[in-house]
C-alpha cells in the first residue's frame, strides 16, 4: 500500500524581529492549519502541523527532508501552507519567472521563495505525487497598492468592506513598502541565495507535483474569522469527503466559490499522469 505524509504550516504572526518590526497578525492561519491536518489524517495519511513560532526555514526544510527520504515511487505528499505571501526581484539567470519577480511564503524567521521550495519537492524521489495547497497571497502588490487593482466594488466582493485600513488586516500579503525596505536590507542574502538556486548543479529533475493556490500572481488571498476564503471554500466542496471528481474539478470547484478578484490557480510540474490528475483528492 502506498504510503501519504503531509505537512500543514499556519502563521498567524512573524517575528518583528525579522522583518522591520513588522508582525504580520492574521486570524484564520492555524486554524487552516488545523483543519487541513485533520482532512488529512482523516483519510490516512501521517501529519505534522508547525504553528507560528515554529513555521521557520530550518524546520520546515527539516520535515521535508525527512518525508523526501521516507516516501517512495507511488507514495503521496501533501503539503498546505497558510499565511502570507510576498514577492522580491528574479535575479538573472536561465531561469527567470515571467513576471521578473520570484514569489515567497513569509516564514516566521524569513521568506521562503518558490525556488527554494521547487528544490526542496526535488529532493522526492521520482514517481512520489506531490501536492501542494498555498493559502496566502503570491503578489508583489501591497495594501498600499490593491486600490490600484481593485475598484470599490471589487475590494467589498472579496473582503467584505472598501475599508483600506480593515482590508491591510484581512490580506494575506506583505505589504509593498514593508517588501521593499526587507529586501533592500537583505538584498545581497537573497541574490546569492538564487543564483545558487538557479546553478545547474543536480540532477535538474522536475518532480511530479500539482499546485492549487490561493489567488493568481496579481491577486490577494483573504484571511478570514475562521479559515481563509480559499481554505474555507476548498473544505466545503470537499465536504468532508463526499466531493467526487478528479483535480480539475476539485480545482473548479473551489474557483466557483470565490470572487473573480481572488481566483484559485492550478499548476502543474513535472509529468503528472492522468491516474493521478483524476484521483479523488488527498488519495493516498
Known amino acids: 500500500m502506498p504510503t501519504g505524509l503531509s505537512l500543514h504550516i499556519g502563521l498567524n504572526k512573524v517575528d518583528p524581529r525579522r522583518y522591520d518590526g513588522w508582525d504580520g497578525r492574521l486570524v484564520a492561519c492555524e486554524n487552516d492549519a488545523r483543519d487541513m491536518a485533520a482532512l488529512a489524517t482523516g483519510v490516512g495519511f501521517g501529519a505534522t502541523t508547525l504553528m507560528t513560532p515554529d513555521g521557520t526555514v530550518e524546520n520546515i526544510t527539516a520535515e521535508l527532508r525527512k518525508a523526501a527520504a521516507r ?13 502570507h505571501g510576498g514577492q522580491i526581484p528574479d535575479a538573472p539567470g536561465p531561469d527567470v519567472e515571467a513576471d521578473d519577480f520570484d514569489e515567497t511564503l513569509v516564514l516566521y524567521d524569513r521568506q521562503l521563495l518558490d525556488d527554494e521550495l521547487y528544490a526542496e ?3 522526492f524521489e521520482e514517481g512520489v505525487r506531490i501536492v501542494a ?7 508583489g502588490t501591497g495594501i498600499e497598492s490593491v486600490r490600484e487593482i481593485l475598484n470599490p466594488v471589487a ?8 475599508d483600506p485600513e480593515q482590508i491591510a488586516a484581512a490580506a494575506r500579503v506583505m505589504p509593498l513598502l514593508r517588501q521593499t525596505r526587507i529586501y533592500e536590507r537583505d538584498k545581497e542574502f537573497f541574490t546569492q541565495l538564487q543564483r545558487d538556486l538557479k ?26 474569522p475562521v479559515n481563509g476564503a480559499f481554505t474555507e471554500a476548498l473544505l466545503d466542496v470537499w465536504s ?31 509529468e503528472p499522469d492522468a491516474v493521478f490528475l483524476d484521483q479523488k483528492p488527498f488519495t493516498i
Open 71 to 83: 516516501l517512495k515511487k507511488g507514495d503521496i505528499l501533501l503539503f498546505t501552507y497558510s499565511g
Open 121 to 123: 519537492f526535488q529532493r
Open 133 to 139: 495547497l498555498l493559502d496566502c497571497c503570491h503578489s
Open 155 to 162: 475590494m467589498e466582493a472579496q473582503f467584505q468592506t472598501s
Open 199 to 224: 546553478s545547474p548543479d543536480g540532477d535538474g529533475r522536475t518532480p511530479t507535483a500539482l499546485l492549487i493556490s490561493g489567488c493568481q500572481d496579481n491577486q490577494t488571498s483573504a484571511d478570514g
Open 240 to 270: 468532508n469527503g463526499s466531493f467526487r471528481g478528479g483535480y480539475r474539478p476539485f480545482h473548479r470547484a473551489i474557483q466557483r466559490k470565490l470572487p473573480a478578484t481572488q481566483s484559485p490557480n492550478l499548476f502543474l510540474t513535472g
